[in-house]
């Protein structure tokens, strides 16, 4: 079998061949090239954003058809697989090295008899860690002490009313309970605090086995001292977080957003920080990327802001590889691979 192997900016393919070249010893061959390899990041993450609202057909894959001769797999990461691309290759699989398949054209593999492959949960440690993380430098708001102890000023506070509490004695609401919700789960265990979950989709019996509760959404924001959003954004979930959801909240709770940036409406959250219907927020995705000079969110007491790198660690990058690598595996011995998008 010859791959090729098509990386980009947030997976070169050297990366992505590190990963998978243990297959050599099968018998694979492999060929490698890079789509949109000089663009910047902003220029990147703008292209594949809009992508995953408009599918890969919007996109010239003349360089990436260019490479297929001869080729039988195609492994991507987020480079489109178009059906013009499909359709004029001799392809046997495509394998995604994410957890979605939005760059790719999969009723166009399923007509032409090509296997689609992905890797789900590729990130799931590194998005649930940086959660996680957030939660609790939040709650113990020490992104707020270092701005102050930077500013040069040296506060300590000793009014019991005005201190944080113990993670163990707060509530924290998960929102999502996939791969990421849970490993927010399990790592949030040892700190012991009350554990609430809504996912409509999960067996409540699942959720209890995690020691956690399930919840409605209405009795989870009411309830958590933190909410932490672990959910894909669709036309179900898109702006689930609005003017209602944050009136609903803890006045002293406050918001984890790790997920996307559009099952949040900002306006609302904005208006809910600055008038106290929320305590504030730790936000590592916004409905526009990247935040406009000038937003409110920038400015707003209470707010601790990332720009969009719950995900990024090495191993994550590695992850999506390591998955389609032990997936190609199991389609070379005549099996049906695991990660299989039907």
């Known amino acids: 079998m010859e791959l090729l192997l098509c990386g980009d900016p947030q997976q070169p393919s050297e990366y992505m061949h590190e990963a998978l070249g243990r297959l050599e010893s099968r018998g694979v061959t492999f060929e490698r090239m890079d789509w949109m390899g000089d663009a910047s990041p902003t220029e990147f993450r703008n292209v594949t954003m809009d992508m995953e609202a408009d599918g890969p057909g919007s996109y010239d894959t003349d360089a990436i058809a260019a490479n297929l001769d001869g ?7 987020k480079a489109p697989v178009s ?14 090295a994410r ?25 799931r440690d590194a998005v649930a860690d940086y959660a996680v993380s957030m939660l609790l430098s939040r709650f113990r708001e020490i992104p707020f002490n270092h701005a ?19 993670v163990r004695t707060t509530t924290v609401g998960i929102v ?6 849970r490993g927010v789960a399990d790592r949030l265990a040892g700190f012991d605090p009350d554990l609430l979950v809504h996912d409509p989709y999960v067996d409540d019996a699942e959720i209890r086995e995690r020691g956690a509760e399930p919840a409605s959404l209405d009795r989870l924001l009411g309830e958590s001292d933190a909410v932490t959003l672990h959910v894909r954004l669709s036309e179900e979930t898109e702006g689930m977080l609005g003017r209602e959801e944050f009136e609903a909240m803890n006045d002293a ?26 305590a504030g927020a730790a936000l590592d995705v916004f409905e526009e990327e990247p935040i406009p000079d000038g937003h409110p969110l920038l400015d707003l007491d209470g707010v601790v802001l990332t720009p969009h790198v719950a995900g ?3 191993d994550a990058v590695l992850g999506g590889p390591r998955i389609i690598a032990s997936q190609l595996e199991a389609y070379l011995d005549g099996e049906t691979p695991e990660h299989t998008v039907e």
């Open 83 to 96: 059906r013009e691309l499909v359709e004029g290759a001799d392809l046997s699989v495509v394998a995604a």
């Open 99 to 123: 957890g979605g398949t939005e760059n790719v054209d999969v009723e166009a593999c399923r007509e032409n008899g090509v296997t689609v492959l992905h890797a789900p949960g590729r990130n």
């Open 176 to 181: 999502g309970f996939g791969h990421i919700g």
């Open 148 to 166: 102050d102890l930077s500013g040069g000023e040296w506060n300590q506070v000793f009014d019991p009313d005005e201190l944080p509490p113990d």
């Open 312 to 314: 990024s660690t090495r």
């Open 71 to 77: 080729v039988d797999g195609l492994v991507v990461h």
């Open 253 to 278: 709770g406050f918001l984890v957003n790790t997920a996307r940036g559009g099952l949040v409406e900002t306006d609302a959250l904005v208006d809910a920080v600055t008038e106290g219907d929320i």
